[in-house]
Every structure is written in C-alpha cells, then in structure tokens.
C-alpha cells in the first residue's frame, strides 16, 4: 500500500471499498462528469467497480485515482490520480471535485502533488493529460503546472485536447507548498 500524500489542505489516499457511497456522490452528478468519457455512473454498484478498476490498477502499477480527503474535516472532495493508459502508452493525470470544492485552488493542489509524486516518488518521465476543449478549469489548472499543449486527438472516444509535462521541466516550474510524500 503506497503511502498517502499530504498538502496544506489535502490528503490523498488510495482507495478502499468502504469509499464506494462517498465517491458516488461526485461521481453520479452529470455536472461533474460532464467532461468525462464515461460519463456518470448511473448507480452504486457502478462506481463499486470503478473503485475496484482502481484498486487493480493500484496493486499493477503502485498508483491509481485516489481519494481526495480535506485535511481538516477528512471529508472526501474527490479523485485524482495518475492513470496508465494501455492503450495510448501514457501515463495520464486526472483530477475531479464535487461541486461544493470547486473554485478554491484544491484541483491545482492535488494535481501539483500528483506531478511531484509522479516526479520523485515513481520517476515518471513524462506525465499526459487530455482534456475536453470546453474545460476551461481544467485547461487552467494544466497550463498552472507548466503542462504544454500537445494538441488536439481523440482519447477514449472523445475529442480532446492532449497536454504533456516532461519531468525537468516540472521540478523546475513548482508552484504549490510541496506535499508530503
């Protein structure tokens, strides 16, 4: 089990199956998945397996999406992670909060401990993310981490906008406290 990492206001930790009805709660809302390949789960069950995916990736790989707990309260917020893309042969960076935590800086927070883990914990070399061209948070929380645009392409069956961040250049480019790895 990898260790979790902390921020100024984060904990992210992988994970467990009794998440399953926290997690349905940003993963159900069409809002937030909107940009989503999957798009929403549509039950419990559902996002049960989701969490299982991840759990399998977790062992497979040593990372996954994880849970996003507030340090303070240890309410659950959202996911981020680090996912291996098979398919595209990419390691990608993904992010997603409730609603309720939006427009707080906490998506930049998870994401920049992610690119430091990526970084330094699981020497990554290069980390992607691909983003639907409407997601204008997104794209923002991106172009704050210093990743370039790469280009438009097709991800999963949906249109995006494919970004990449090489490791020199993120050590390089921190802006956040670093978190506890």
């Not at 809002?31 to 069950?45: N, Q, T």
């Not at 707990?69 to 042969?89: A, H, K, M, N």
Request: net charge negative.
């Amino acid at each position: 089990m990898s260790p979790p990492i902390e921020t100024k206001r984060l904990l992210l930790r992988p994970f467990e199956p009794a998440d399953a009805e926290a997690a349905f709660r940003w993963l159900s809302d069409p809002l937030v998945m909107r940009f989503s390949p999957a798009g929403a789960d549509g039950s419990l069950e559902q996002t049960r397996a989701r969490l299982a995916e991840y759990r399998r990736h977790q062992l497979a790989h040593g990372f996954s999406k994880w849970m996003i707990l507030e340090r303070g309260s240890g309410q659950p917020i959202g996911d981020s992670g680090l996912l291996f893309l098979q398919d595209y042969d990419r390691i990608d960076l993904g992010f997603r909060l409730a609603p309720a935590h939006w427009g707080k800086g906490l998506a930049t927070e998870a994401a920049d401990a992610w690119v430091r883990a990526a970084f330094e914990r699981f020497q990554i070399d290069r980390l992607t993310a691909f983003v639907h061209p409407e997601n204008a948070a997104s794209i923002r929380v991106l172009a704050k981490l210093g990743f370039a645009v790469v280009g438009p392409e097709t991800i999963l069956g949906m249109d995006s906008i494919l970004f990449s961040l090489d490791a020199t250049a993120a050590l390089n480019q921190m802006t956040v406290d670093p978190p506890s790895l």
